[in-house]
């Protein structure tokens, strides 16, 4: 494990021509705050986001904590053998794989096109093959009524402008389809994770917070009356690690917004200690394994399924 004020062993690759992690992480900060959106993304802020989630291994992450939701998904959504499905903010392919595995004709769509290589090898090694499109959940480049279902695991509630999603997802799902969704909710343990980059970020452009599409009301309130049921439902899943330094470590080494987040405050040892320090105090105290087993960490999660009116 990195010491205060260190990176770790080898500096961040920022690529996509940023030159540090500064400008992503005035956006990446977003993530906790709670002021309303204005407007779309622009095409700057869209590198900064997919430049910060292509650092680290996010496929290598995804499989130590989220992976299991995929399956939930597809079977909430009732996917199956011809289906036409829409999988947004895909990562390396979580659901997306699930559902081609499914026997459905499955597009992976998401803003981090660093993404696709590792999920074109993991859906490989299971013997599916899925298209891969590089896209903005708020912008999606697809046509109306495209798809039979259409799907987001923790991944579309990241982009800032929460109507301007709910409106992509209902627009290229078919009269009649099926939308599902994976969102933390706003009482969870998602909340206290995030808090972490409200105290360390910079101040970001004014977004709705990722937290809120795990709320009823607010999920309602987006769909509005485009949807014949809404079918929402709340569920926990558990990621573990042999210990909280373990868990911790893990987020330094995989997950592209943590390792933002130190290397932005490298150069300043006290601020870098502290941020260790609330980490470190984080998944000790969110730990609800036992004394003697492994740390265990309890999401707890909004499940989503939308029928779209005939």
Sequence with gaps: MAGPGEVGASAPHYGRGVESPLAPL?????????????GHMSTE?????????????????????????????????????GDRVLDVAAGTGNVAIRAAEAGATVVASDLTPENFGPGRREAEERGVELDWVEADAQNLPFENDEFDVVTSCLGAIFAPDHQAVADELMRVCRPGGRIGMINFTPEGLAKEFFGIFE???PAPPTAARPILWGSEDHVRELFGDRVASL????????????????????????????????????????????????????????????????AEYRYEYLLVVAEMSR
């Design 26 to 38: 005035r956006f990446v900060a977003a993530l906790a705050q709670i002021d309303e959106l204005g």
């Design 231 to 294: 079918e929402l439902k709340r569920r926990a899943y558990v990621e573990r690690a042999a210990s909280p330094g373990d868990y911790l470590e893990l987020f330094r080494r995989t997950f592209g917004p943590m390792i933002a987040l130190r290397a932005l405050v490298a150069d300043e040892p006290s601020t870098a200690a502290a941020l260790d320090r609330d980490s470190l105090e984080f998944a000790t105290g969110a730990n609800s394994g036992t004394p003697n087993g492994a």
């Design 45 to 81: 802020q869209q590198s900064d986001v997919a430049a910060v989630w292509a650092l680290g291994d996010y496929h290598a992450f995804a499989k130590e904590t989220v992976w299991g939701l995929g399956p939930e998904l597809v079977a909430a959504c009732g996917i199956s053998k």
């Design 199 to 201: 105290r360390y970020a």
